[in-house]
């Protein structure tokens, strides 16, 4: 059974930083592609990151501030948030997905919020 945990969200000031970790099981994690992803209260679900083995790549809101890494050793991938922003606040997703699997996995999201 596939299983993806993120921990790591919280209450942060504007300006501040903190690193979400999505820790994986029940998969061959170096074969899959994770994103992060983020839903704001009333908003639809919108891309964050993504990281392969090979590339990473950002929405354009957060290029520059955010960065996704991985660890295939401990089936974790990271993100690192700096200079959030009160627009930042919404519960982050790591999805798993693989050209050629049957379907994606998505973690339960851990929620961020950016006090202003």
């Known amino acids: 059974q596939v299983r993806l945990v993120e921990s790591g969200g919280g209450l942060v000031q504007a300006g501040g930083s903190l690193r979400l970790s999505c820790a994986a099981s029940?998969?061959?994690?170096?074969?899959?592609?994770m994103g992060w992803f983020r839903q704001a209260p009333g908003k639809e679900r919108e891309f964050v990151a993504r990281?392969?083995?090979?590339?990473?790549n950002y929405a354009d809101s957060v290029k520059g501030r955010f960065t996704a890494s991985r660890d295939d050793a401990k089936n974790t991938v990271f993100l690192a948030m700096n200079s959030l922003k009160p627009e930042d606040t919404a519960v982050y997703y790591c999805?798993?997905?693989?050209?050629?699997?049957?379907?994606?996995?998505w973690g339960q999201g851990t929620q961020v919020t950016v006090s202003s």
């Open positions: 999805k798993a997905s693989r050209v050629g699997a049957p379907s994606s996995y």
């Open positions: 990281i392969s083995r090979t590339s990473t």
């Open positions: 029940g998969l061959t994690f170096s074969w899959y592609d």
